[in-house]
């Protein structure tokens, strides 16, 4: 079936750790998008990719890093820099082109704790 | 810059109830506007869309007109029933070219449906 893969869904953090959050996507979609959510909160942007091998910045990418080496992989690390990354992470993906009209489509999310 | 502001909740309602929760935005120009649901545990899920002032998106008995008089996008739905229990955001995106069709949320309505 085609979609978006997150992996792990659970993910536990040493404080001064780096951790990766994997994303797979089957749908040939071009941009790929990675939110934060915390509790009782709206969504916001973390990093996005309109491409291979490009990516920009988005509202909230202090203590985060990414990479964008093929077109259905766009892994997110979360970096010791990162003061306070206990949240749920969606990895999501699109079609590129058509300006805002495509819709963009969420994995199930990863859920990150420090201990 | 664009904006979603959708009506605080939780939102309580009995099984056959009428559902209504309120969306409006701020944007320049003719954004796309998308209604997203998230059942606990859950990724984000496309509940329906529009793309232009007028139209109405539908899907499962939830319908939204895209008012551009009143700058909203309220969800409806005639007969609520439990397994419509989640949270659900409103969002949009700018219809402008390359890399600024960032997908703005608003901060979810939580809706509880009681039998």
């Known amino acids: 079936d085609g979609g978006i893969t997150q992996s792990p869904k659970y993910l536990f953090r040493k404080e001064g750790q780096n951790v990766t959050l994997s994303c797979e996507q089957n749908?040939?979609?071009?941009?790929m998008y990675w939110y934060r959510q915390d509790p009782g909160q709206g969504l916001r942007l973390i990093y996005y990719?309109?491409?291979?091998?490009?990516?920009q910045k988005g509202d909230i990418a202090e203590g985060y890093s990414v990479s964008r080496e093929k077109k259905e992989s766009f892994p997110l690390t979360v970096t010791s820099a990162q003061k306070n990354p206990t949240a749920f992470y969606l990895c999501?993906?699109?079609?590129?082109?058509?300006?805002?009209?495509?819709?963009?489509?969420f994995g199930e999310g990863s859920w990150l704790t420090v201990v | 810059g664009n904006s979603v502001t959708q009506m605080e909740g939780p939102v309580t309602l009995s099984e056959e109830a009428f559902l209504t929760i309120n969306c409006t935005y701020t944007?320049?120009?003719?954004?796309?506007l998308f209604w997203y649901v998230q059942y606990p545990g859950e990724g984000l899920q496309l509940l329906l869309k529009?793309?232009?002032?007028?139209d109405k998106g539908s899907n499962k008995g939830f319908e939204a007109t895209y008012r551009k008089e009143t700058t909203s996008f309220h969800l409806e739905k005639g007969s609520v029933q439990v397994s419509d229990s989640a949270v659900y955001f409103c969002a949009l995106r700018g219809n402008y070219g390359g890399a600024t069709n960032k997908l703005i949320f608003g901060t979810g309505t939580l809706l509880a449906v009681q039998p």
């Open positions: 529009a793309t232009k002032a007028d």
């Open positions: 944007a320049t120009g003719y954004p796309s």
């Open positions: 749908l040939n979609h071009d941009a």
């Open positions: 990719s309109q491409i291979v091998n490009d990516f």
């Open positions: 999501a993906s699109s079609i590129s082109g058509d300006g805002g009209r495509n819709t963009i489509y």
